[in-house]
């Protein structure tokens, strides 16, 4: 088996209190469909791979990865890029990404260990945006719209900003040719300003919380 990621170096901090919430739900988005492949077909070829899908989100980083055999690295390369470069966001599906961000918003009292990190990260840096919450604030997560993370994608999915890793038994070369073929509609470099690019300040402070509903 081997192993491609591809890591982009942004996360919640490069949002807005406007935006707050965009860099998870484009996570998501991001294997909704692409411009020549269906939510279901993106499914289908995975499965027919007998590949594993993974993405994640957080403060700094976004990363997406699929686990593969050897033979399928470039199809794997190929497929990580066309779902990075090519979504479409569709609003429709948008609307049911947001369903279930909210879902898991109504969950955070049994998810005891995140929503401790995340008003950790407040209560240090409750004056910049990594003090906020990675999903974003329930409320005003059910407001962005499709071109909000599209605004975000121009904004930080870019070829400076972005490393592909493979590892495993594969080959480099390979693996350079496959991600210069299938990543080339990216631009190199940022074409809008970043956004929270300065250094996050951190507040020494207390914070005290009761919540009934955490046992």
Not at 9 to 37: C, F, H, P, V, W
Not at 64 to 84: P, T
């Amino acid at each position: 088996l081997i192993s491609i990621g591809v890591y982009v170096g942004s996360g919640s901090r490069d949002e807005d209190l406007q935006t707050t919430g965009t860099s998870y739900l484009l996570q998501k988005m991001i294997a909704r469909g692409t411009n020549t492949r269906s939510k279901t077909q993106l499914a289908q070829d995975i499965e027919n791979m007998g590949a594993r899908y993974s993405a994640h989100s957080d403060r700094e980083f976004n990363r997406f990865g699929l686990q593969v055999f050897s033979g399928d690295a470039q199809r794997a390369v190929g497929l990580l890029g066309d779902m990075i470069c090519n979504a479409t966001l569709n609003s429709a599906e948008l609307e049911l990404v947001k369903d279930e961000v909210s879902m898991e918003h109504e969950d955070n009292h049994n998810r005891f260990e995140e929503t401790t990190i995340e008003n950790a990260h407040f209560n240090s840096y409750r004056e910049h945006m990594l003090g906020q919450p990675i999903k974003g604030d329930r409320d005003l997560t059910n407001t962005l719209t499709v071109n909000q993370l599209r605004d975000y994608h121009t904004a930080n999915y870019y070829g400076d900003n972005m490393v592909v890793v493979a590892t495993g038994d594969v080959s480099h070369d390979s693996i350079v040719d496959a991600v210069e073929q299938h990543f080339a509609s990216l631009p190199k470099n940022a074409t809008v300003p970043t956004k929270n690019a300065d250094k996050a300040v951190y507040v020494p402070a207390i914070l005290f919380i009761r919540d009934d509903e955490m046992y």
